[in-house]
């Protein structure tokens, strides 16, 4: 399995931007869909995920209400659209994946195949 992240870039505060993550390969084995970021000087966090099979979503509470995870089968794509950004929302974020669903889907260690990375960045 494969992920390409892409979307960041440069927005100011109370902006949006939305991520797409590509998934390519054995695809169908990644019923865990997820979204973390990692600021400068700070330990990856999670931000949000899908479970695909579901196709329900849990989400940070510092994102809850801002953000929203979206996919679409036919491009095997993931989206994370990010609404009302602030400057904390900065960071590069990454895309994750593994076969099966867990209940400890908040934690880095759990997944198999991440993504490139793509800098978000909001000025205020």
């Known amino acids: 399995v494969q992920l390409q992240a892409s979307g960041g870039g440069l927005v100011q505060a109370g902006g949006s931007l939305t991520l797409s993550c590509a998934v390519s390969?054995?695809?169908?084995?990644?019923?865990?869909m997820v979204w973390f970021r990692q600021a400068p000087g700070k330990e990856r966090e999670f931000v949000g995920a899908l479970r695909r099979n579901m196709g329900t979503t849990y989400y940070a509470d510092s994102v809850k209400g801002r953000f929203t995870i979206s996919r679409d089968n036919a491009k095997n794509t993931v989206y994370l659209q990010m609404n009302n950004l602030r400057s904390e929302d900065t960071a590069v974020y990454y895309c994750?994946?593994?076969?099966?669903?867990?209940?400890?889907?908040?934690?880095?260690?759990?997944?198999?195949?991440w993504g490139q990375g793509t800098q978000v960045t909001v000025s205020s």
């Open positions: 390969g054995r695809t169908l084995r990644t019923d865990a």
């Open positions: 994750a994946a593994r076969m099966h669903w867990i209940t400890d889907y908040r934690a880095a260690r759990h997944y198999d195949w």
